[in-house]
């Protein structure tokens, strides 16, 4: 740092977000809502744990073979989805017929397609609004489906006035952390230079390595005190509590550049 240097928030033309962890959560455990879609057609509530254990499986083994919730092999959402939960449930111990099975499923697709399952984080609008006041062009970098652009974060009052452009992976088929989402979001953002856009995120695998490794800014959220965040620091991440103490780290002008 020089006496001529200028601070980051001067320099910045654009900041990118990260969405679940960082802007959203999810409220309750995974159990609850498969709970509630069985009891809601007369099932018994299937084992937490280990529904969501054989979640973890499934989607991960999905994931592997169908990335991008199937981008690539034009697999659509619902079957992609279909696909999960039912090895969910199968992994869990739970095998129910095709019509049972259907039944149980259109309520978890429909719950988790809506704002009911999460809430948002009480500092996320005031910084999306705080960031856009001061001029600064708004992303969103998810690896998320087509629902959480065109029908969550709406729902959730997230709306397009909120920010100016997603990169959602499941619409543009790359995801976390392929750096190369984050040079779309370069580009949606007007072809700006790297060095001039901030992403806030809360993985250093997904948010922090590929944002850097491509000469962006980058900052890791650490909401709910997480193990990991002293490696991160360590590392030499910063690492902030949540969107209110970056908004006062960028304004204090301590971040030189």
């Not at 069985?38 to 990335?67: N, S, W």
Request: one cysteine or more.
């Amino acid at each position: 740092m020089t006496g001529g240097a200028m601070s980051l928030l001067s320099k910045l033309r654009c900041i990118t977000v990260d969405v679940t962890g960082t802007l959203i959560a999810y409220k309750g455990e995974l159990g609850d809502y498969y709970c509630m879609a069985a009891k809601a057609i007369g099932l018994p509530c299937p084992d937490y744990k280990r529904v969501h254990e054989g979640f973890k499986l499934a989607y991960t083994d999905m994931a592997q073979k169908y990335p991008c919730f199937g981008f690539s092999a034009k697999i659509p959402n619902l079957v992609w989805w279909k696909t999960v939960v039912r090895d969910s449930f199968v992994k869990a111990g739970y095998e129910y017929d095709e019509e049972t099975f259907e039944k149980v499923f259109k309520r978890i697709y429909s719950t988790f397609g809506s704002a009911a399952p999460y809430s948002v984080f009480q500092d996320s609008r005031p910084f999306l609004r705080w960031a856009r006041q001061k001029g600064l062009i708004v992303g969103l970098v998810s690896n998320a489906e087509y629902r959480y652009q065109e029908v969550i974060l709406p729902a959730l009052g997230l709306n397009k006035g909120e920010w100016d452009f997603g990169v959602f992976s499941g619409i543009e088929g790359v995801e976390k952390p392929d750096p190369r989402i984050y040079k779309l979001a370069l580009e949606r953002a007007g072809n700006i230079a790297p060095e001039e856009v901030l992403h806030i995120g809360d993985s250093m695998r997904k948010d922090y390595v590929p944002a850097k490794s491509i000469g962006m800014h980058a900052f890791l959220l650490d909401r709910f005190k997480t193990e990991a965040a002293k490696d991160w620091r360590e590392a030499g991440a910063i690492v902030l509590p949540d969107l209110v103490a970056v908004q006062q780290l960028l304004e204090s002008d301590k971040l030189k550049c």
